[in-house]
C-alpha cells in the first residue's frame, strides 16, 4: 500500500467511529480529498465541496451524526462578502489554493481552506474547528487583498445557510436575545443577538448560532431577504455598518460564528442549558474560565454617594463593608482630578489611594476603582496637549458619544490613536504600583446606550493612523480596546475587568467579544429602595441573558444595602455576580453579621463546588415576573458533585413549590441543605430530578437559598 494513502484511509476510518471515539482518541476531525472536506468529531458532520481545480465551495451536508436532520438545503453558499461592492460567496469560482490541518489551544481541531478567487483579486481562507463531544463548527474568515490598491470590505456573512422552504421558516421559534425571546417569521438581528436559536418544535431540532462579532457590529439573521440563515458582521446598509480596508497583500480576519446542529430536544432550552455553556466555558476562551479566583461578594459607592466621596468616608465604607464580609471595595466616580489626566484629587485624598488601596487591603478585600476609559474633560491636560487624539463628529468638530448636555465637556477619545498607549500607562500605574484588582472602566467607546441617532457614533476624523473612515473607525476602535485589555491582563494575570454596558455601546449589553476580553460587565443601573421590584429586575436580567452567557460576567447594579427586604437582594443577586452599593455604616450590630453570615455562606459555598462558573435554568420555573415562583441552579456539572439552589416567590398566590434539580449523577445522594446546614431532603440525583423537596415560603415577596452536595 502507497503510503499517500494511508492518512486518507484512517480518516475514511474515523468517519464511522462510534460518536465521541474520535474525540476520546484524540484524532483530527477533518479529512479531505481534492473535491470533499469532510469535518466529524463523532457528534457532528459537515460536508464541503472543494474545487477540484476551479469550481464552488458548498457545504453540502450539516447535521448531527445520528439521526435525520431537514433544516438545510443540500447545497449552501458558505459565506458571503463584498470587497469594493462585488459581491464574492461559496457559489463563485473559486480556484483551490491549499488545505491543510488546523488546531487551538482549546482542544478545538479542524481544517483551513485556502482559495482564491476567479478574479484573482481575493485570496480566502476559510477556518472550520470542532471541539471533543460537542456539537459544535466554529468558523472564520481570513480575507487577503491580492491586488496593489486598498480594498473596502463589507457586508460579511461569516456562515450562510439556505434553509428548506415552508416547513423551516413557518414552524420555526425564532429564540432571539440570548435565545430567550421567541418570534416567528422574518428576523434581524441586534447588537444584543450574540446568540440566536432556530427551533422546530414537531421536528424536535433545531440550529444554535452563536455570533462572536463585537458590540453594535454582529448581524445574525433568520429568513430576512430569503429562506437563510445567516450570521456575521453588519452590512453596508446597517445603523453601525461594519467596513475593513484591507492594505495590497495584508490579510483581515474576521471574528469566529459558531453554530451548533441538534435533534432530539423537544425544548431550546436543553441545549442552552447544556452544550452551549459547555463550549463557551471550556473551548471558547473566555477570560472568566482562566480566572484563579472569581469574586463572590463586590462592594461599589456609586449609590447613594455618586462623587461625593472622600478619604475619610471611603474608609468609614471600607470597614463597614469588612464587617458585613464584602470580598472586594470598589471606589467609583469621584477620586479623580479630572476626566482624561485621572490624577488623585488631593483635597479628598491628602495622602493618595495607595494606603487608601492598603487599608481596604489589610481588612481583607481587594480594592476596585471607576475609570472612564475613553473620556477626558475639556479642561484636561492630555485634551489640551493632545486634540489629535480625540473624536471627531460629522461636522468636524470634537464629540461626546457618551451623552448631551450635564455632562458635554467630556469629550471622547478616539482608540485608533495615541490614546490607547496613554490610558494604558495610567492603568498599569494604578494596577502595578498602587495594588488595585478591579477596575470598572466605563462611558462609551464606540457608541453610546443613551443616545440614539448612529450618527452620533465612530470618528469621523481623516487623520487617525487605525482608521480611513467613520465606517472602519467603530471596529477599529473596539479591537484597540481588546488590545488594551489583553495587555493590562498580560501586566497582571489576575486582575478583574469589569467592561460596563456603556463602554459596550448598548443598553445592557454584553457579548462574547467581551468576555474574551474583560471579565465582567456592569449591565445595569436598577433602583435602590424599590421592594420587591428591584429583585425582580435583578433575576430578570440574570434570566435574560443567562445560560447563553455566564452568570459570574453580569455585574447586576444597584441594590442597596440598607433597602428594606436587602436579604432578597442577596439572594436574587446570588444568581449572577453578587453585589452591593449603598451605605454599610447604617446597618445594624445584627444585620452586618446577617450579612456576614450570607458573605461566608456563599464564599464556602464557591471553594467547595466552584458554582459561580455554572448556571442553569431551574425545571418548571420559568422568566420571573410578578405573580409567579422562579428560581435557578448553579450545579458544577463538571464535577456533579452538587451546587447551589435559589427559589423565589414574586406575589405567587400559593406558597409551596417543589423543586427539581437537573445535571447531577443519577445513583449518587445528595443532601439539600439550608444555609444554616439543615437537612431538607436527601435524594438521588435521579429523585432530585423527577420528585424533588418541597419549598415553602410563607411571605409573598420573599426568596430561599439551598445547597446541594454529594453525600
Given at each position: 500500500?502507497?503510503?499517500?494513502?494511508?492518512?486518507?484511509?484512517?480518516?475514511?476510518?474515523?468517519?464511522?467511529?462510534?460518536?465521541?471515539?474520535?474525540?476520546?482518541?484524540?484524532?483530527?476531525?477533518?479529512?479531505?480529498?481534492?473535491?470533499?472536506?469532510?469535518?466529524?468529531?463523532?457528534?457532528?458532520?459537515?460536508?464541503?465541496?472543494?474545487?477540484?481545480?476551479?469550481?464552488?465551495?458548498?457545504?453540502?451536508?450539516?447535521?448531527?451524526?445520528?439521526?435525520?436532520?431537514?433544516?438545510?438545503?443540500?447545497?449552501?453558499?458558505?459565506?458571503?462578502?463584498?470587497v469594493?461592492?462585488?459581491?464574492?460567496?461559496?457559489?463563485?469560482?473559486?480556484?483551490?489554493?491549499?488545505?491543510?490541518?488546523?488546531?487551538?489551544?482549546?482542544?478545538?481541531?479542524?481544517?483551513?481552506?485556502?482559495?482564491?478567487?476567479q478574479?484573482?483579486?481575493?485570496?480566502?481562507?476559510?477556518?472550520?474547528?470542532?471541539?471533543?463531544?460537542?456539537?459544535?463548527?466554529?468558523?472564520?474568515?481570513?480575507?487577503?487583498?491580492?491586488?496593489?490598491?486598498?480594498?473596502?470590505?463589507?457586508?460579511?456573512?461569516?456562515?450562510?445557510?439556505?434553509?428548506?422552504?415552508?416547513?423551516?421558516?413557518?414552524?420555526?421559534?425564532v429564540?432571539?436575545?440570548?435565545?430567550?425571546?421567541?418570534?416567528?417569521?422574518?428576523?434581524?438581528?441586534?447588537?444584543?443577538?450574540?446568540?440566536?436559536?432556530?427551533?422546530?418544535?414537531?421536528w424536535?431540532?433545531?440550529?444554535?448560532i452563536?455570533?462572536?462579532?463585537?458590540?453594535?457590529?454582529?448581524?445574525?439573521?433568520?429568513?430576512?431577504?430569503?429562506?437563510?440563515?445567516?450570521?456575521?458582521?453588519?452590512?453596508?446598509?446597517?445603523?453601525?455598518?461594519?467596513?475593513?480596508?484591507?492594505?495590497?497583500?495584508?490579510s483581515?480576519?474576521?471574528?469566529?460564528?459558531?453554530?451548533?446542529v441538534?435533534?432530539?430536544?423537544?425544548?431550546?432550552?436543553?441545549?442552552?442549558?447544556?452544550?452551549?455553556?459547555?463550549?463557551?466555558?471550556?473551548?471558547?476562551?473566555?477570560?472568566?474560565?482562566?480566572?484563579?479566583?472569581?469574586?463572590?461578594?463586590?462592594?461599589?459607592?456609586?449609590?447613594?454617594?455618586?462623587?461625593?466621596?472622600?478619604?475619610?468616608?471611603?474608609?468609614q465604607?471600607?470597614?463597614?463593608?469588612?464587617?458585613?464580609?464584602?470580598?472586594?471595595?470598589?471606589?467609583?466616580?469621584?477620586?479623580?482630578?479630572?476626566?482624561?489626566?485621572?490624577?488623585?484629587?488631593?483635597?479628598?485624598?491628602?495622602?493618595?489611594?495607595?494606603?487608601?488601596?492598603?487599608?481596604?487591603?489589610?481588612?481583607?478585600m481587594?480594592?476596585?476603582?471607576?475609570?472612564?476609559?475613553?473620556?477626558?474633560?475639556?479642561?484636561?491636560?492630555?485634551?489640551?496637549?493632545?486634540?489629535?487624539?480625540?473624536?471627531?463628529?460629522?461636522?468636524?468638530?470634537?464629540?461626546?458619544?457618551?451623552?448631551?448636555?450635564?455632562?458635554?465637556?467630556?469629550?471622547?477619545?478616539?482608540?485608533?490613536?495615541?490614546?490607547?498607549?496613554?490610558?494604558?500607562?495610567?492603568?498599569?500605574?494604578?494596577?502595578?504600583?498602587?495594588?488595585?484588582?478591579?477596575?470598572?472602566?466605563?462611558?462609551?467607546?464606540?457608541?453610546?446606550?443613551?443616545?440614539f441617532?448612529?450618527?452620533?457614533?465612530?470618528?469621523?476624523?481623516?487623520?487617525?493612523?487605525?482608521?480611513?473612515?467613520?465606517?472602519?473607525?467603530?471596529?477599529?476602535?473596539?479591537?484597540?480596546?481588546?488590545?488594551?485589555?489583553?495587555?493590562?491582563?498580560?501586566?497582571?494575570?489576575?486582575?478583574?475587568?469589569?467592561?460596563?454596558?456603556?463602554?459596550m455601546?448598548?443598553?445592557?449589553?454584553?457579548?462574547?467579544?467581551?468576555?474574551k476580553?474583560?471579565?465582567?460587565?456592569?449591565?445595569?443601573?436598577?433602583?435602590?429602595?424599590?421592594?420587591?421590584?428591584?429583585?425582580?429586575?435583578?433575576?430578570?436580567?440574570?434570566?435574560?441573558?443567562?445560560?447563553?452567557?455566564?452568570?459570574?460576567?453580569?455585574?447586576?447594579?444597584?441594590?442597596?444595602?440598607?433597602?428594606?427586604?436587602?436579604?432578597?437582594?442577596i439572594?436574587?443577586?446570588?444568581?449572577?455576580?453578587?453585589?452591593m452599593?449603598?451605605?454599610?455604616?447604617?446597618?445594624?450590630?445584627?444585620?452586618?453579621?446577617?450579612?456576614?453570615?450570607?458573605?461566608?455562606?456563599?464564599?464556602?459555598?464557591?471553594?467547595?463546588?466552584?458554582?459561580?462558573?455554572?448556571?442553569?435554568?431551574?425545571?418548571?420555573?420559568?422568566?420571573?415576573?410578578?405573580?409567579?415562583?422562579?428560581?435557578?441552579?448553579?450545579?458544577?456539572v463538571?464535577?456533579?458533585?452538587?451546587?447551589i439552589?435559589?427559589?423565589?416567590?414574586?406575589?405567587?398566590?400559593?406558597?409551596?413549590?417543589?423543586?427539581?434539580v437537573?445535571?447531577?449523577?443519577?445513583?449518587?445522594?445528595?443532601?439539600?441543605?439550608?444555609?444554616?446546614?439543615?437537612?431538607?431532603?436527601?435524594?438521588?440525583?435521579?429523585?432530585?430530578?423527577?420528585?424533588?423537596?418541597?419549598?415553602?415560603?410563607?411571605?409573598?415577596?420573599?426568596?430561599?437559598?439551598?445547597?446541594?452536595?454529594?453525600?
Amino acid at each position: 500500500m502507497k503510503k499517500a494513502l494511508l492518512p486518507f484511509l484512517l480518516s475514511i476510518f474515523l468517519l464511522h467511529l462510534a460518536p465521541g471515539v474520535a474525540a476520546q482518541a484524540g484524532l483530527p476531525f477533518a479529512k479531505w480529498t481534492s473535491s470533499e472536506l469532510v469535518l466529524n468529531n463523532g457528534v457532528v458532520q459537515r460536508a464541503v465541496q472543494l474545487p477540484a481545480t476551479e469550481g464552488s465551495f458548498l457545504t453540502t451536508l450539516y447535521k448531527p451524526v445520528t439521526g435525520d436532520f431537514k433544516y438545510f438545503e443540500k447545497t449552501n453558499s458558505d459565506f458571503e462578502f463584498e470587497v469594493n461592492n462585488t459581491v464574492y460567496d461559496g457559489s463563485n469560482s473559486w480556484r483551490l489554493v491549499a488545505i491543510q490541518r488546523i488546531t487551538d489551544a482549546r482542544q478545538g481541531d479542524g481544517a483551513a481552506v485556502t482559495l482564491q478567487s476567479q478574479d484573482k483579486k481575493i485570496e480566502l481562507t476559510v477556518r472550520f474547528l470542532l471541539y471533543p463531544q460537542l456539537p459544535v463548527i466554529r468558523k472564520s474568515l481570513v480575507v487577503k487583498n491580492l491586488t496593489n490598491k486598498d480594498v473596502a470590505l463589507e457586508s460579511v456573512d461569516i456562515e450562510k445557510f439556505k434553509t428548506t422552504p415552508y416547513y423551516a421558516s413557518t414552524f420555526s421559534w425564532v429564540c432571539n436575545d440570548y435565545g430567550r425571546r421567541r418570534s416567528l417569521g422574518p428576523y434581524e438581528g441586534s447588537p444584543q443577538d450574540a446568540l440566536v436559536i432556530l427551533h422546530n418544535m414537531d421536528w424536535e431540532a433545531g440550529i444554535v448560532i452563536g455570533n462572536e462579532a463585537t458590540g453594535v457590529l454582529k448581524r445574525t439573521s433568520t429568513f430576512w431577504n430569503a429562506a437563510e440563515i445567516s450570521a456575521g458582521l453588519t452590512h453596508k446598509n446597517a445603523r453601525f455598518p461594519f467596513r475593513k480596508w484591507i492594505k495590497p497583500g495584508e490579510s483581515f480576519e474576521t471574528p469566529q460564528v459558531f453554530t451548533m446542529v441538534y435533534n432530539n430536544h423537544k425544548e431550546p432550552n436543553e441545549i442552552l442549558n447544556t452544550a452551549v455553556p459547555d463550549f463557551i466555558r471550556k473551548h471558547m476562551g473566555i477570560r472568566l474560565s482562566g480566572l484563579k479566583e472569581k469574586p463572590t461578594f463586590v462592594y461599589n459607592t456609586w449609590e447613594p454617594f455618586a462623587d461625593k466621596i472622600d478619604e475619610k468616608l471611603i474608609k468609614q465604607l471600607a470597614k463597614a463593608a469588612a464587617d458585613a464580609g464584602m470580598k472586594e471595595f470598589v471606589i467609583d466616580d469621584g477620586w479623580q482630578d479630572s476626566y482624561g489626566d485621572w490624577g488623585i484629587d488631593k483635597k479628598k485624598f491628602p495622602n493618595g489611594l495607595k494606603p487608601v488601596f492598603e487599608y481596604i487591603k489589610s481588612l481583607g478585600m481587594k480594592p476596585g476603582l471607576w475609570i472612564s476609559v475613553g473620556s477626558a474633560s475639556s479642561k484636561s491636560k492630555v485634551y489640551r496637549e493632545h486634540p489629535e487624539w480625540f473624536v471627531r463628529d460629522k461636522k468636524g468638530k470634537f464629540a461626546n458619544l457618551q451623552l448631551e448636555g450635564d455632562v458635554a465637556d467630556v469629550q471622547s477619545a478616539c482608540f485608533s490613536t495615541g490614546w490607547k498607549d496613554y490610558i494604558k500607562n495610567i492603568l498599569l500605574k494604578l494596577s502595578l504600583e498602587y495594588g488595585l484588582e478591579y477596575m470598572k472602566l466605563d462611558f462609551a467607546v464606540v457608541s453610546s446606550a443613551y443616545r440614539f441617532n448612529p450618527e452620533y457614533s465612530g470618528c469621523y476624523a481623516q487623520n487617525h493612523l487605525l482608521h480611513k473612515d467613520h465606517h472602519e473607525s467603530m471596529y477599529a476602535n473596539y479591537e484597540q480596546m481588546w488590545k488594551l485589555f489583553d495587555e493590562l491582563h498580560t501586566s497582571k494575570p489576575n486582575l478583574f475587568i469589569d467592561c460596563t454596558f456603556e463602554a459596550m455601546g448598548g443598553l445592557q449589553l454584553i457579548d462574547y467579544a467581551m468576555l474574551k476580553h474583560a471579565e465582567g460587565n456592569w449591565l445595569s443601573n436598577f433602583a435602590g429602595d424599590a421592594g420587591p421590584k428591584t429583585d425582580l429586575r435583578v433575576r430578570n436580567m440574570a434570566w435574560w441573558r443567562s445560560p447563553a452567557i455566564p452568570a459570574t460576567a453580569l455585574v447586576i447594579g444597584n441594590p442597596q444595602m440598607q433597602d428594606n427586604g436587602w436579604e432578597t437582594h442577596i439572594q436574587s443577586l446570588a444568581g449572577a455576580l453578587p453585589i452591593m452599593l449603598g451605605d454599610p455604616r447604617k446597618l445594624s450590630g445584627g444585620d452586618l453579621k446577617k450579612y456576614r453570615g450570607y458573605a461566608d455562606w456563599l464564599q464556602a459555598m464557591q471553594q467547595k463546588h466552584d458554582f459561580m462558573s455554572f448556571r442553569q435554568d431551574l425545571a418548571g420555573f420559568g422568566e420571573p415576573a410578578e405573580g409567579r415562583w422562579d428560581g435557578f441552579q448553579r450545579i458544577n456539572v463538571d464535577t456533579r458533585k452538587g451546587g447551589i439552589v435559589g427559589v423565589f416567590r414574586q406575589g405567587a398566590t400559593e406558597a409551596n413549590r417543589t423543586v427539581t434539580v437537573q445535571y447531577l449523577e443519577p445513583a449518587q445522594r445528595y443532601q439539600v441543605r439550608t444555609m444554616d446546614g439543615k437537612v431538607v431532603a436527601t435524594l438521588t440525583g435521579q429523585d432530585l430530578k423527577t420528585a424533588g423537596f418541597s419549598v415553602n415560603l410563607s411571605e409573598v415577596y420573599s426568596g430561599a437559598l439551598f445547597e446541594i452536595s454529594a453525600n
